[in-house]
């Protein structure tokens, strides 16, 4: 059997306590989540945990940004650059709404992360999904003549919030293609 290498170790702890924590944090919140609960299920020692994080907010953080980067992953894939922008932007709408129904990413991103993280949650999303949607207004108004003399980061701000609660109606129990193709429509209206 071959031994793991140190880096191997390394990566395999830092995952699993990513998981663990994730898991505690979707069911019981931030606040309610403790880092001896995560260390134990995890079956690590505090020691693991504060190797690789500083403390459970920096655990918590790492959570967000995973969450995060996957949802800009699920969208620049249904956008791929060889669409026309105002269709890109369609179907990225359709993804951040679908890539938003994985359980507990809506509570991660849009309850608990601004609560914990606060602005550190608008560098975060400037990064991911709100990059991706910036992008996206300026493809498709450099492609024609543009609709609304909004300037693009005030209209991707604005839209990204609408976003933010498209995701949470689903999340409680809208109609996901419904809530998307209103968020597509009104993207077109306005960009």
Known sequence: M???SNSDRTDRTRRALLEVARELFVT????ETSTPEIVSAAQMTRGALYHHFEDKRALFRAVVEA???????????AAPPNLA???ALRQGSMAYLRAM????RTRLLLVEGPAVLGDELTQLDEKNAARTLRE??????SEGEARSAVP???LAMLLSAAFDRAALAVSAGADEGAMGETMAEMIERLV
Do not use: L, N, S
């Open 2 to 4: 071959q031994r793991m």
């Open 28 to 31: 019981k919140g931030y606040a």
């Open 67 to 77: 969450e995060a980067m996957a949802v800009a992953a699920e969208i620049e894939a």
């Open 85 to 87: 922008p105002r269709e």
């Open 101 to 104: 129904t994985t359980p507990g």
């Open 136 to 141: 996206g207004i300026e493809a498709a108004r």
């Open 152 to 154: 693009v980061g005030i």
